[in-house]
């Protein structure tokens, strides 16, 4: 294998690439990224087993080939090569990296070894615009679980048909998106892992458009020379029918920077509290909201004007989860719904109404 590239170019192509690169591995070629180059490019192609990302390089192919280079190492060398260009060949050290006058080598394993990835999926599929995808993205992944007690968590329900809806939750809140459908092959639901939609995102270029291929519990993208492969959960995802109130005791609509803002600062004196507890005091009456907390370094109590409905309530709930919820929201005026002190809540944008979000109050607290 030999070639010749730009270095910059190198270097963006390889930190797409290394996202996909494994971290705690007992597989090394599994922290590799596999360099393949014909006539048409130069290809590389990352994967840790769930995530596989494929990044097509101009370059002046001198031998094609193929060899494998530990991604992390790659990435950081290349980073330091961007105003070079640079000539990378095989030999017995492993892969002979020149720039300038020097020469340096690297070692290489066997491509032989590397996992074969479907790259031809898309029996079904699905057509948005990139604005909307990239929309209903950024108001759901946040709400998906990071740990591994139950893997489905850390993806996200997408229910496809006429419209898609998104649905996140981490077992503490719950996040629902709903965005329009240029087109699809068929109706069906996915669980997309949270980490491949949010590389799909960074991935898209300039184009109106996306589609989303599937295929025997895969996923497939593709965006100018750039494909992203994953693998979906096949797991039980709950039934938000089931869990998403339909009728509500109190109604609060308030303004939304104006929460965000007494929410805030009334967090600020929760460092340190791993609960970041705030409470919300909803007067009818009065037509008020109360933001306010309480901890070891003092107290806070602001009051807010309210459109209220219904009966009066105090609930106490995860400033964090309320704050992510609201900075989600885009309207001017947001929408709370409560049915009790200890029942899940809901937040929605008073006019639109196709985005919500559901949060677990705390019990008990002051």
């Given at each position: 294998?030999?070639?010749v590239?730009d270095?910059?170019?190198?270097?963006e192509?390889v930190?797409?690439?290394?996202?996909a690169c494994a971290?705690r591995?007992?597989?090394p070629i599994l922290?590799c990224?596999?360099v393949?180059?014909?006539?048409?490019?130069v290809?590389?192609?990352?994967?840790?087993?769930?995530?596989?990302i494929?990044?097509?390089?101009k370059?002046?192919?001198l031998?094609e080939g193929?060899?494998?280079?530990?991604?992390?190492?790659?990435a950081?060398f290349s980073a330091?090569?961007?105003?070079?260009?640079i000539?990378?060949?095989?030999?017995?050290?492993g892969?002979?990296?020149?720039?300038r006058?020097s020469?340096?080598?690297?070692?290489?394993?066997s491509?032989?070894d590397?996992?074969?990835?479907?790259?031809?999926?898309?029996e079904?599929s699905?057509?948005?615009?990139?604005?909307?995808?990239?929309?209903?993205i950024?108001e759901?992944?946040?709400?998906?679980?990071?740990?591994?007690?139950?893997?489905?968590?850390?993806?996200c329900?997408?229910?496809?048909?006429?419209r898609?809806?998104?649905?996140?939750?981490?077992g503490?809140?719950?996040?629902?998106?709903?965005?329009e459908?240029?087109s699809?092959?068929?109706?069906?639901?996915?669980i997309?892992?949270?980490?491949t939609?949010?590389?799909?995102v960074?991935m898209?270029?300039d184009e109106?458009?996306i589609?989303?291929?599937?295929q025997?519990?895969?996923?497939?993208?593709?965006s100018?020379?750039?494909t992203i492969?994953s693998?979906?959960?096949?797991d039980?995802?709950?039934?938000?029918?089931?869990?998403?109130p339909?009728r509500?005791?109190?109604?609060?609509?308030?303004?939304r920077?104006e929460?965000?803002?007494?929410?805030?600062?009334?967090?600020?004196?929760?460092?340190g509290?791993?609960n970041n507890?705030v409470?919300l005091?909803v007067?009818?009456?009065g037509?008020?909201v109360k933001?306010?907390s309480v901890?070891?370094y003092g107290n806070v109590?602001e009051?807010i004007?309210?459109?209220n409905?219904g009966?009066?309530?105090t609930i106490?709930?995860?400033?964090?989860?309320?704050?992510?919820?609201l900075?989600?929201l885009?309207?001017?005026k947001?929408v709370?719904?409560?049915?009790?002190?200890i029942s899940p809540f809901?937040?929605?944008?008073?006019?639109?109404?196709?985005?919500?979000y559901?949060i677990l109050?705390v019990r008990n607290?002051?």
């Amino acid at each position: 294998m030999k070639f010749v590239c730009d270095g910059l170019t190198l270097y963006e192509a390889v930190m797409k690439v290394s996202k996909a690169c494994a971290v705690r591995t007992t597989a090394p070629i599994l922290e590799c990224i596999r360099v393949t180059a014909t006539m048409e490019g130069v290809a590389l192609l990352a994967t840790d087993g769930e995530l596989s990302i494929r990044k097509i390089v101009k370059a002046d192919v001198l031998e094609e080939g193929e060899v494998c280079v530990q991604g992390k190492l790659f990435a950081d060398f290349s980073a330091k090569l961007t105003g070079e260009e640079i000539a990378f060949s095989t030999c017995e050290k492993g892969l002979e990296i020149k720039y300038r006058n020097s020469v340096s080598y690297m070692q290489a394993l066997s491509a032989e070894d590397f996992p074969a990835i479907n790259l031809e999926i898309g029996e079904n599929s699905i057509v948005l615009r990139q604005s909307d995808f990239r929309k209903i993205i950024a108001e759901t992944t946040f709400c998906c679980a990071q740990d591994d007690s139950r893997p489905v968590l850390k993806g996200c329900l997408m229910e496809i048909s006429d419209r898609l809806d998104v649905i996140a939750l981490d077992g503490y809140r719950l996040a629902l998106s709903s965005t329009e459908v240029l087109s699809k092959s068929e109706a069906c639901s996915i669980i997309c892992p949270a980490r491949t939609l949010t590389e799909i995102v960074r991935m898209l270029g300039d184009e109106e458009e996306i589609t989303l291929y599937t295929q025997g519990g895969m996923l497939l993208v593709r965006s100018d020379d750039t494909t992203i492969v994953s693998r979906l959960y096949r797991d039980e995802f709950i039934n938000r029918n089931n869990v998403i109130p339909t009728r509500f005791t109190t109604e609060a609509i308030a303004d939304r920077e104006e929460l965000i803002a007494s929410v805030e600062r009334a967090n600020i004196l929760n460092r340190g509290d791993k609960n970041n507890l705030v409470t919300l005091a909803v007067d009818i009456e009065g037509e008020t909201v109360k933001i306010s907390s309480v901890s070891d370094y003092g107290n806070v109590a602001e009051t807010i004007k309210g459109d209220n409905t219904g009966i009066d309530l105090t609930i106490s709930m995860n400033a964090k989860f309320l704050l992510d919820a609201l900075r989600a929201l885009g309207e001017e005026k947001v929408v709370l719904r409560f049915n009790g002190p200890i029942s899940p809540f809901v937040l929605q944008n008073l006019e639109r109404k196709e985005n919500l979000y559901l949060i677990l109050p705390v019990r008990n607290a002051a």
